[in-house]
């Protein structure tokens, strides 16, 4: 039977120390380490019978008990001192601080994580380019209606505020262009300007924008939350690839209604200007639209609808890109939500650059 008892010296203990009995002997130890009126304390283990790996750290952390008081071990059976040397009190874990890595380091470590988000793009890029295009052919693993679903949440839904948004523009760059030309005579130029900056730049462009804050952050924050809930890993279990069944759809609602709501932003953005000649400069409304028509090509309407099929494309990848990239709970959505909108500006303005270059540098 395990025990311990209190002598003028310290105190005995006996019989078995296991893990199933060291734990009783603590409050007894505690208490007659308190009301030892000694500077000094000896531990007496000679009718220790038995000692396991508990047992023996316990002895090694007794003079951890007696932090005020030396407290020094004696007697222990020669059967289980080599047992008892054997094992050794697991130290205390020495909170180090963090090493600060170089810089150099540090960079490196940045340009590999840029390195393998860039592959990670390309892949995603690659793979829903080639989906889409075979679901042109097949459409198995896409959800019957999806794309219906999609085009009216993405383009039918848009229109009024694309609508209102360039028949501002329209109006707004029609009276700058006014004030300027104005001090020339050349009023009516106002219509060519207006008519060739919209389709080509503000037409595409500003759809594009308004679409990425609209549509693009709702496909990231949708697939994020697809991603939190486990629904992607659902559908991989079902033997459904989640390209097929969530993006693709949606890329080509994209492709689709992008190129139509730049034409509507084209021709609302046109009446703005048409009302405003009319208001401010007093040129009737058939002179002003005259006038564009006699001042647009087929390719300043081609070159708009080029950039907003590039647009819509650009878009939906970065913002599945982002949605998939998603880690974290709700503030992860919301992140990914920012950056999809935050990156697909910076696309779009890349692409438009790029665009520039084709259509307008002197080769």
């Known amino acids: 039977m395990t025990a311990v008892q209190g002598d003028d010296q310290g105190f005995a203990l006996s019989g078995a120390l296991t893990v199933h009995t ?132 993405i383009g039918a839904q848009a229109v009024q505020i694309v609508a209102l948004i360039l028949f501002l523009i329209g109006a707004v760059s029609a009276l700058q262009s006014a004030a300027q030309l104005r001090q020339f005579g050349a009023d009516i130029f106002v219509a060519d300007l207006l008519a060739i900056g919209l389709t080509r730049e503000l037409g595409p462009l500003m759809t594009a924008i308004i679409v990425s804050g609209r549509s693009g952050s709702a496909i990231a924050a949708e697939v994020a939350t697809m991603k939190f809930t486990e629904e992607l890993d659902a559908l991989r279990t079902m033997a459904m690839d989640p390209l097929r069944f969530v993006a693709v759809p949606k890329l080509w609602a994209m492709l689709v209604c992008v190129p139509l709501l730049t034409t509507i932003a084209d021709f609302v953005g046109i009446l703005g200007g048409t009302f405003v000649g009319l208001v401010s400069m007093d040129i009737p409304a058939t002179t002003f639209l005259n006038q564009v028509f006699s001042a647009l090509f087929l390719k300043d309407l081609l070159t708009g609808l080029v950039k907003s099929v590039s647009f819509a494309w650009i878009i939906t990848i970065i913002a599945v890109h982002r949605g998939l990239k998603f880690s974290g709970g709700a503030a992860g959505v919301g992140e990914a939500t920012t950056s999809s909108v935050v990156s697909s500006l910076f696309g779009i303005i890349v692409l438009d650059a790029f665009w520039g270059l084709v259509f307008y540098l002197k080769w």
């Open 22 to 153: 060291v734990g009783t002997l603590v409050p007894d130890i505690h208490a007659l380490i308190a009301a030892f009126p000694g500077p000094a304390l000896r531990v007496d283990l000679h009718q220790v019978s038995q000692l396991d790996t508990s047992g023996a750290v316990f002895l090694h952390h007794l003079p951890a008990l007696s932090p005020d008081k030396p407290l020094q071990l004696e007697g222990l059976p020669d059967h289980l001192q080599p047992f008892f040397d054997f094992v050794v009190a697991p130290a205390a874990a020495e909170e180090t601080p963090p090493r600060r890595r170089p810089a150099l380091e540090r960079l490196g470590a940045r340009v590999d994580a840029a390195f393998a988000s860039i592959a990670d793009f390309l892949y995603l890029t690659a793979d829903l380019t080639i989906f889409s295009v075979q679901a042109l052919l097949h459409r198995d693993g896409i959800r019957k209606g999806s794309f219906t679903e999609q085009a009216h949440a």
